[in-house]
């Protein structure tokens, strides 16, 4: 029988780049959304989706006991389509409670269930101001002030949670700014980009390769370094989904 994983986030930008991927390697993919019209889309590019909301922890735990996953994704994010400027003021507060009461959940839920790998996303421009290239071994910017300290507090909650229990064998990815297919950004963007299909290798990477820890993942760039990653994990930012995985993503979002 094949490896079980479980993706929180499933139906995200990242999370529907990652299913065709997980699919493609073999495992037997369990996709959590909150939403049931993306149920059906989960279900068409090959997983089993679980309707559920993070912040109910016993609904989470059941789900996740039934399953019993090999492995745990955290995918989750609660940021408005485009990052609009409108909204984003709102959306830290709730992106930086998911990081931390959704991965306290997740992590319990993990652990009833017997998962032994966790991978979760992270952000890349969480750093304390210092040299540069960033590298994972550098501080967040836990005194930052305002908006970011909301959002850097969120980050630093997350990460300690998921590499705090030795039995998960927790990985974060830090990753940069996302774009491309279903991100609202079609074109590199920040100081670190990232291209979401890149983003949705290196977790799957990390179930497969990573001895645990946290890895940079961006594009080459002089504000944060992946290097780490590119020699533990063997991944490249170059990486995109095969013209196969592409189509059947692309008619299960139609």
């Known amino acids: ?3 079980k994983v479980f993706v929180a986030g499933a139906s995200g930008a990242i999370g529907k780049s990652l299913v065709p991927l997980l699919l493609g390697a073999g495992y037997c993919v369990y996709g959590g959304t909150r939403r049931p019209e993306h149920a059906q889309a989960l279900e068409a590019l090959g997983a089993t989706p679980v309707l559920l909301d993070v ?10 006991v039934g399953i019993q996953p090999w492995a745990v994704v955290h995918q989750l994010t609660d940021l408005p389509r485009g990052l609009d400027p409108s909204l984003m003021a709102q959306a830290v507060v709730a992106n930086a409670r998911i990081r931390e009461e959704g991965t306290r959940h997740l992590v319990a839920a993990a652990l009833a269930s017997g998962a032994t790998r966790l991978v979760a996303q992270s952000i890349a421009w969480a750093y304390q101001p210092g040299a540069k290239p960033y590298l994972e071994s ?10 970011r300290r909301t959002s850097v507090r969120g980050v630093a909650a997350l990460e300690r ?13 830090r990753y940069g700014h996302i774009y491309g297919p279903g991100t ?27 001895p645990g820890g946290i890895f940079n993942i961006t594009e080459d760039n002089p504000d944060v370094s992946s290097e780490k990653a590119k020699r533990e994990l063997g991944w ?12 059947a993503e692309s008619a299960a979002s139609a």
């Open 1 to 3: 029988m094949s490896q």
């Open 55 to 64: 912040y109910d922890a016993k609904a989470l735990k059941d789900a996740l």
């Open 138 to 147: 550098q501080p967040l910017d836990l005194l930052a002030e305002g908006p």
């Open 161 to 173: 949670q998921v590499l705090g229990e030795a039995s998960l064998h927790g990985t974060v990815l």
């Open 184 to 210: 609202g950004s079609e074109k590199p963007t920040g100081a670190s980009p990232l291209h979401v299909e890149a983003a949705a290798y290196a977790a799957l990477l990390a179930l497969q390769k990573s």
């Open 236 to 247: 490249s930012p170059a990486w995109r989904l095969a013209p196969a995985a592409a189509s």
